[in-house]
């Protein structure tokens, strides 16, 4: 009865005010055009593909599904990146869906040897679109059973979508032994593109705040990357913070290069208020990255959720 009930209301909650938070993974640090476009070219590759894949678990018999496609290059002159991502969410009878296609362009600007800035653009267009006769109402109660014949009476419509604009700065701090700290704002929905479920409203501005670190424990093989997204929209705000160690294996940890050396990697995360994130993951001659992760519900919804939220990405960097 508990999980029918919360059932009902996520999607309730979802069709009328599903726009109050956008779609994001708990391993947010691997989905950069989703943080801050500003974030793209980022690193020393030539560019990277990212795919992310996250299962909300079993709130309803079809819980959310969540894909991402993601891939960004350095142009010519390194010093403008471009970026493309694809999102792809599906969930519930009604096969609610979220479809968004963004292009990213960002450009850096060097402010001496150590610092310096990232002004980041994104693009996209956002549809959504519910298989209605897969739905059932009150309404349409005969008196016996629910008939889903009868009018349901409910101005649900099958599709919409707009088209929306977003930007962000990132500021970068390298240091010795590839040391580095990253600290960025950025806004979505700066356009407040007009939804429409059952009636005409206008998307509110996501303010994302993020830092990160890279720091190599001295005369170790050990480096600790720290992160923290704090997310603002309208009445709704996130704040995950915490951190993974990356540890070199294989081969003589000391003086393998980095480039041909594999890594593991292992983290803990806590989503305020929400779940605490185990991540673990391998990372091959620093060319390929495989992270699994997984939620265990510290909220309200936990009595609904004997699976929390599992999630897995896998990045590819292009070498130079």
């Not at 929209?233 to 990356?246: C, D, P």
Request: glycine share 8%; with cysteine; aromatic share 12%.
């Amino acid at each position: 009865m508990i999980k029918k009930l919360l059932a009902y209301l996520l999607f309730y909650i979802g069709v009328n005010n599903c726009f109050s938070q956008d779609v994001h993974f708990s391993q947010f640090y691997n989905t950069p055009q989703l943080i801050n476009p500003a974030l793209i070219g980022d690193g020393t590759m030539k560019g990277r593909l990212i795919f992310n894949y996250r299962n909300q678990g079993n709130f309803t018999a079809n819980p959310y599904k969540t894909i991402a496609f993601a891939g960004d290059a350095k142009l010519r002159n390194k010093n403008f990146s471009s970026g493309l991502l694809f999102i792809r969410d599906k969930s519930g009878d009604g096969n609610f869906s979220t479809t968004n296609i963004c292009l990213s362009g960002a450009s850096n600007v060097q402010l001496n040897k150590d610092h310096s800035l990232k002004l980041g653009i994104q693009a996209g267009w956002t549809q959504f679109a519910t298989d209605i006769q897969n739905l059932t109402w009150n309404s349409q109660f005969d008196g016996t059973k629910i008939n889903p014949d009868n009018p349901s009476g409910e101005n649900l419509k099958k599709s919409f979508g707009y088209f929306d604009l977003s930007a962000g700065i990132v500021w970068k701090y390298i240091m010795t032994n590839k040391n580095e700290i990253r600290a960025g704002v950025s806004a979505y929905h700066l356009t407040h593109p007009a939804y429409n479920a059952f009636s005409t409203k206008s998307v509110d501005t996501r303010w994302n705040g993020y830092l990160d670190a890279n720091i190599l424990i001295k005369n170790t093989s050990i480096r600790i990357l720290p992160s923290l997204l704090y997310m603002k929209q309208r009445n709704a705000n996130e704040l995950t913070l915490g951190t993974s160690v990356k540890y070199k294996i294989g081969m003589n940890q000391r003086s393998t290069p980095d480039r041909i050396a594999s890594f593991a990697y292992l983290g803990a995360y806590y989503r305020m208020q929400d779940a605490m994130i185990i991540l673990a993951g391998l990372s091959f001659q620093e060319q390929m990255v495989v992270c699994f992760s997984y939620d265990i519900t510290t909220s309200q919804l936990s009595p609904a959720s004997k699976q929390g939220g599992i999630e897995f990405s896998v990045h590819y960097f292009i070498p130079n």
